[in-house]
């Protein structure tokens, strides 16, 4: 991918404009764009100003197609609908492409999760135009300082894209004397995140271009409440969500007394990454992840599924038969699956698969190790995948902001926050489900296409529980083959390997030409 000067300038002007600065930019910056800086739109002035945006244009080749486009960075105040006074101010990034009809080039709204994470991951790992440089294929950070460059598997080439950062997160902030907890939760959060939407929509006038959602981790939760919530208050009909490394079913993933259910839906990841580290048996090293996949939930839905069931009356030729199973499936000893219960919970998978080598392995991405210096046993919070790309997208994004971009803001960019305590609401006393909202999204919009993102390596959503999410639904035969779901040799950040994201863009296109047909 080569960029272009999309001016016939060859020197970069320093222009002033509501405290946007934009300086000069070194060597490989200074060659990729030049940079022009114009007054906010008259729609947007309409606002209490709190910082006009920066509005750039560039230029890059990807697979022989120039790209022209312009780059929106800014705040969008957010009203309260009952007073019209300011109560927020939510940071975005807006990708648009020049010369193309607003009416039939779609755009898609992009988050991340946490709850209070900032968007950068999916901005800078893999949709935006620049991608963070990573040290290797695999996705391993590399020594600071840290750098960026033209990303090869932008998507671009086919949509629009609009990155959100929920208040609290990145820039986004409430309004002052108003308490950020009225962002903090489920409903509240939704809420905010579509009125975004439906504003941006209107401003811009993309009403009539087609409209795509992308969330990652309990973005995808987001996503699916937006399904309800854009068509329900707004009328705003979705094409396609891209729901990566979901999480619709709260149920799956808390290891919990009295909930058992994450012991079944996990174990085939854990089966994945013991097979990476060469854990397992000659018979089963051989299988595909794919293969494996599938040879370990018949495990788990079938004899592990009916031994849980048993509790405590749980003969115990059957006990046997499941701690050589799962001694099997995941490398770990007899002895501790014994002491376990016959339960492995997640955090003590991550210290245990590789504990005769001193390691711990990664929640996020279970490829990626670090030393196990924590002796807080399951209670655990270190993460070594999480550690090892932090300070690389943080550090690349503050400065790309403002080289390219030409956006300042002396504030901290909080890639993730703490906003608890969160609130689940409407799921009082029970597990949060949104797969409901999505299935009732979806049968009013017979169109509306997903596509469910899924990484072999993922311990933080692990595969089957988004499988069993998906053939839970109660969709009828018609609407559930809108629903496809794709597989990758990845963790919960499926993007970072170079060969993963590869695949991940293409087919994200396929995905968007079979949403538009």
Known sequence: MTPKITSAATLVLILLSAGSVLAQRPDRDAQRISVTVKDSVALEKKDTVIGRPSI?????????????????????????NKDEKQIAKIFYV??????????KRPVTFVFNGGPGSASIWLHMGSFGPVRVKFGNDKGDAPSPPYQYEENPYTWLGFTDLVFIDPVSTGYSRPQKGVDAALFHGYTEDITSIGDFIRLYTTRNERWTSPKFIAGESYGTTRAAGLSGYLQERYGMY??????????????????????????IYFLPTFANTAQYFHKLTPDLQSLTPAELTLRAEVFAKGTYSYFISEGDEAPADL?????????YFTGISKDFIRRANERITDRRFFKEVLRNEGKIVGRYDSRFTGEDIDDAGENSTYDPSDANLNGLFIASFNAYVR???????????????NVRPWDYKPAENSYLDVSETLRSAMTKNPHLKVNVVCGYYDLATPVYNAEYVVSHMGLRPDVRKNIILNYYKA????????????????????FYQNALK
Do not use: C, W
Request: glycine letters at 6%.
């Open 403 to 417: 080289r390219d971009l030409g956006y300042t803001n002396d504030i901290p960019y909080e890639a993730l926050t």
């Open 56 to 80: 750039t244009h560039h230029q890059l080749t990807v697979d022989g197609k120039t790209i022209s486009y312009t780059a929106k960075a800014g705040y969008m105040a957010m009203k309260d």
């Open 319 to 327: 006990t046997n038969k499941v701690v050589d199973s799962l001694n």
């Open 491 to 510: 963790g919960h950040m499926v993007y970072v390997s170079k060969e993963t994201d590869a695949k991940f863009q293409a087919d994200e296109e396929a």
């Open 94 to 103: 807006a990708y648009t492409a020049d010369n193309a009809s607003k009416g």
């Open 238 to 263: 979705l094409n396609g969500i891209t729901l990566i490394s979901s999480v619709l079913n709260f149920q799956l993933i808390d290891f919990k007394n009295g909930n058992e259910m994450p012991y």
